[in-house]
């Protein structure tokens, strides 16, 4: 048993490349972060930022081509990810790690019962045979809170709905009892009331299990409310990171604060939304220097000339801006 | 289920009226049989007394009343050549038929899964590109050339095949080889499509993120759902199958359905035309409700429509 107090996931420096045909896009430009035992670590970014590309490399679902992995590594349990032969590396997926995805309804094989789906984890790993698996699945539909389990243990996922399945999903997922369960986007396509009893259930599951989760997400209201450390991603790359209830009321990167800034607010009197003026970057053709800087209040001939380097504003809270400094001392 | 089955049926009886009014005109425009079957010295008094016997005096339409009453009755006529009842010789011709159809089918739908799922797997590899070129011939190539090619090759040449008749192993290579090959062309190209999207789908990934081995996931999580698009199209070919296959039962001399409709086509049988293209069509009819409920046991999207 390594060391509790090693981190349980390592990103480290990851460099992600989607080649088709003459085109390079660069989904992730080295990025960097760590997921303690029993935390939960928030991804946090806008579309296209690279968190999903990110969560799908941990789990090595990338398919190459068009997808290469062109420098970085990631460490689970100390161990390399990357390097591992796929056969052994799969053979971890499931019990080790688990997964949920954004569309669950697209992520279930609507040609299988879910019973059979949520039973698959204990066949696939040798863990139990058919039978004994099947009942632990009604169990775990029981336990994400699906009512009368033994029945719908035989229906599709047509047969959900989109809250429901996604249930099912998280049952699939925590089937083994993993140590890390990678959340992409749980919530996103659903309704806002069923979104808050997924994010509960998540929650709730983490706790019961100690299980470390890293939660990829554009919502800094789930960030706020569920994540221990966060890292906010922008152009590829994890610009800011630390603890959240560090980051988060006092951000050091100008797009943390932006963002902080464009979520409107129900405490105070608002003319307007702020939204973060330009959009988000064109990954074939990142901006020189710092990828935020066309979008910066802040930004300087030097953000355009150079990437900034990594600031350590306080202990265990970082900003890769030049003037992370004045952001972090509201200047 | 009651009522999906009724529908069926009468669209398949609307139409099979259609074809057969179509049929028995066009049959008889092909003239008075008697000439055929009287030798040429016969009497006028003999053909008088053949053309009366068999009611090809009448007019037409009146011909027409009385076959639909035969039909009513359950009489599909007598064949003029065989001398028996139409409908034993075609019941007698159509097993040959379904038994070539059925082998030809096993043969070529899982070939054309297996080569078709191996293609998907490693797009652009040797085997892939190897595999759709081949298939694409295949789905291409006339069977009627194909099949004289085959024989001229096979049996005339090399000798190692008999040319054409019905007998042991050796007879079937040379039709089921042909007859094959156009669905199994058809179906690679559908099922390497299909396994493609089910393997760049989300609920692969779903599979390979719980750590399901890779050899379930091609053959369990992709190809089940492939499987469905391979149904609808080797459900058409079937139904294709089943109406005999008018070339290659000629060419090889195979007594099935196909070659019994030319054959009286050719000698104006037209109780023998009648009554295969009826029998025909109801084996057609079966079919297509015997794949609408093997879709139905394959997608459960569509059982709880």
């Given at each position: 048993?390594?060391?509790?107090?090693?981190?349980?996931?390592?990103?480290?420096?990851?460099?992600?490349?989607?080649?088709?045909?003459?085109?390079?896009?660069?989904?992730?430009?080295?990025?960097?972060?760590?997921?303690?035992?029993?935390?939960?670590?928030?991804?946090?970014?806008?579309?296209?930022?690279?968190?999903?590309?990110?969560?799908?490399?941990?789990?090595?679902?990338?398919?190459?081509?068009?997808?290469?992995?062109?420098?970085?590594?990631?460490?689970?349990?100390?161990?390399?990810?990357?390097?591992?032969?796929?056969?052994?590396?799969?053979?971890?997926?499931?019990?080790?790690?688990?997964?949920?995805?954004?569309?669950?309804?697209?992520?279930?094989?609507?040609?299988?019962?879910?019973?059979?789906?949520?039973?698959?984890?204990?066949?696939?790993?040798?863990?139990?045979?058919?039978?004994?698996?099947?009942?632990?699945?009604?169990?775990?539909?029981?336990?994400?809170?699906?009512?009368?389990?033994?029945?719908?243990?035989?229906?599709?996922?047509?047969?959900?709905?989109?809250?429901?399945?996604?249930?099912?999903?998280?049952?699939?997922?925590?089937?083994?009892?993993?140590?890390?369960?990678?959340?992409?986007?749980?919530?996103?396509?659903?309704?806002?009331?069923?979104?808050?009893?997924?994010?509960?259930?998540?929650?709730?599951?983490?706790?019961?299990?100690?299980?470390?989760?890293?939660?990829?997400?554009?919502?800094?209201?789930?960030?706020?409310?569920?994540?221990?450390?966060?890292?906010?991603?922008?152009?590829?790359?994890?610009?800011?990171?630390?603890?959240?209830?560090?980051?988060?009321?006092?951000?050091?990167?100008?797009?943390?604060?932006?963002?902080?800034?464009?979520?409107?607010?129900?405490?105070?009197?608002?003319?307007?939304?702020?939204?973060?003026?330009?959009?988000?970057?064109?990954?074939?053709?990142?901006?020189?220097?710092?990828?935020?800087?066309?979008?910066?209040?802040?930004?300087?001939?030097?953000?355009?000339?150079?990437?900034?380097?990594?600031?350590?504003?306080?202990?265990?809270?970082h900003a890769e801006c030049f003037y992370a400094q004045q952001v972090f001392d509201g200047r | 289920m009651l009522a999906y089955l009724t529908r069926r049926a009468v669209h398949s009886v609307i139409a099979l009226t259609g074809l057969v009014i179509a049929v028995f005109f066009l049959a008889r425009l092909t003239g008075d049989p008697t000439n055929l079957y009287l030798p040429p010295e016969a009497s006028r008094e003999a053909r008088e007394e053949f053309s009366r016997k068999h009611g090809f005096d009448r007019p037409a339409t009146e011909q027409f009343a009385r076959f639909v009453g035969d039909v009513l009755d359950g009489n599909l006529g007598f064949s003029l050549k065989k001398q028996r009842p139409a409908v034993e010789v075609v019941l007698e011709a159509y097993p040959t038929t379904l038994k070539l159809a059925a082998v030809t089918l096993l043969i070529a739908i899982?070939?054309?899964?297996?080569?078709?799922?191996?293609?998907?797997?490693?797009?652009?590899?040797?085997?892939?590109?190897?595999?759709?070129?081949?298939?694409?011939?295949?789905?291409?190539?006339?069977?009627?050339?194909?099949?004289?090619?085959?024989?001229?090759?096979?049996?005339?040449?090399?000798?190692?095949?008999?040319t054409s008749g019905t007998g042991g192993f050796p007879y079937w290579v040379l039709p089921v080889t042909v007859l094959a090959l156009r669905p199994f062309g058809l179906l690679v190209q559908v099922v390497r499509g299909a396994m493609m999207d089910a393997l760049a789908s989300a609920y692969v990934k779903t599979a390979r993120a719980k750590g399901v081995a890779e050899r379930s996931v091609i053959f369990v999580h992709a190809l089940r759902n492939a499987l469905l698009a391979a149904v609808t199209v080797a459900g058409d070919i079937a139904v294709g199958m089943i109406n005999g296959a008018v070339i290659v039962e000629t060419v090889f001399g195979w007594p099935g359905v196909g070659k019994l409709m030319i054959d009286a086509v050719e000698q104006r049988d037209f109780a023998v035309i009648q009554a295969s293209i009826m029998i025909t069509a109801a084996a057609i009819f079966l079919m297509n409700i015997l794949i609408d409920l093997l879709y139905v046991a394959l997608d459960p999207r569509i059982r709880h429509q």
């Open positions: 048993m390594p060391n509790a107090d090693a981190p349980l996931l390592e990103v480290d420096d990851l460099r992600i490349e989607f080649r088709s045909g003459r085109e390079i896009v660069r989904a992730v430009n080295g990025a960097s972060f760590t997921v303690r035992r029993g935390e939960t670590t928030a991804v946090l970014g806008e579309s296209g930022s690279g968190k999903s590309v990110t969560a799908a490399a941990i789990m090595r679902l990338l398919a190459s081509p068009p997808a290469h992995i062109t420098g970085g590594r990631i460490r689970f349990n100390g161990a390399d990810v990357l390097g591992a032969p796929m056969a052994q590396w799969r053979k971890r997926c499931g019990r080790d790690i688990g997964m949920v995805f954004q569309d669950a309804l697209a992520s279930l094989n609507p040609v299988f019962t879910v019973g059979w789906q949520i039973a698959e984890p204990f066949k696939a790993h040798g863990v139990l045979p058919a039978k004994a698996a099947l009942e632990r699945a009604v169990a775990l539909l029981g336990r994400v809170g699906i009512p009368e389990p033994h029945a719908r243990a035989h229906d599709y996922p047509h047969q959900f709905s989109g809250g429901m399945r996604q249930r099912v999903m998280i049952a699939m997922a925590i089937a083994l009892d993993p140590s890390l369960l990678i959340a992409d986007e749980p919530t996103t396509a659903l309704d806002v009331t069923v979104q808050a009893q997924i994010m509960d259930l998540l929650l709730d599951l983490q706790r019961e299990r100690h299980m470390a989760m890293v939660l990829i997400t554009h919502d800094l209201g789930v960030v706020a409310e569920v994540a221990d450390r966060v890292a906010v991603m922008y152009g590829g790359r994890v610009v800011e990171s630390g603890l959240a209830r560090d980051v988060l009321p006092r951000p050091a990167h100008p797009y943390t604060l932006a963002l902080l800034e464009s979520v409107p607010r129900s405490d105070i009197e608002q003319q307007q939304l702020n939204p973060i003026v330009g959009s988000p970057p064109n990954m074939a053709t990142l901006p020189s220097g710092c990828a935020f800087h066309p979008r910066c209040r802040r930004a300087t001939s030097e953000c355009r000339a150079a990437r900034p380097p990594t600031v350590k504003v306080a202990p265990g809270h | 899982s070939l054309a899964i297996a080569v078709g799922a191996l293609a998907a797997y490693r797009p652009g590899r040797v085997f892939d590109r190897v595999g759709s070129t081949g298939s694409l011939i295949g789905a291409s190539a006339p069977d009627f050339w194909v099949a004289i090619t085959a024989i001229l090759l096979f049996a005339e040449s090399l000798r190692w095949l008999p």
